[in-house]
């Protein structure tokens, strides 16, 4: 399905960050209530419950009353999908030295963005890495003295903290 329009491509974010929750939660504690989402996504009870309309219309969830709701096979699916593709971005910029908490943050503001062949390239990517460590090294190696070098002289050689 392409998606054509700004407001569109936020719409699939938000959904995305939804299926994600839900999974997560479901995880953590079986079914699951618009306030457990809320808290989870730091949003307001009855943007959930909009949201959590629009993801059963589209086969997304299932609501049981006086049990809340779960994903649907197609919505564990979908929300596997999200975090994979989650997973792998924040593993490659891990593997290229980004601190855990900015890497995490980043791949989830990347996430939604991506195409699918982009994120298989990126998984490839990440296996290659993992199977030729002496490669990985060498990108950091780089990647560090590109950095070294656009520092201020009298900053040169000092590591900083992610």
Do not use: C
């Not at 963005?113 to 993992?130: D, N, W, Y």
């Amino acid at each position: 399905m392409e998606i054509s329009t700004a407001k569109q491509k936020r719409d699939l974010s938000r959904l995305e960050d939804y299926l994600e929750a839900i999974y997560n939660l479901n995880e953590e504690k079986g079914f699951i209530s618009t306030a457990d989402i809320a808290d989870k996504l730091g949003v307001k009870s009855p943007t959930v419950s909009i949201m959590v309309t629009r993801l059963a219309d589209q086969g997304f969830v299932v609501r049981e009353r006086y049990r809340g709701m779960k994903l649907t096979e197609q919505g564990v699916r979908a929300a596997r999908s999200v975090i994979r593709r989650h997973e792998t971005i924040s593993e490659l910029l891990e593997m290229l030295g980004i601190g855990k908490e900015i890497a995490y943050e980043d791949a989830e503001g990347i996430e939604h963005h991506l195409h699918p062949v982009t994120i298989s390239k990126f998984e490839g990517l990440v296996r290659f890495l993992k199977d030729n460590p002496s490669s990985l090294d060498a990108i950091r190696r780089s990647s560090e003295n590109r950095l070294d070098m656009s520092a201020r002289p009298e900053d040169r050689g000092k590591r900083k903290n992610n």
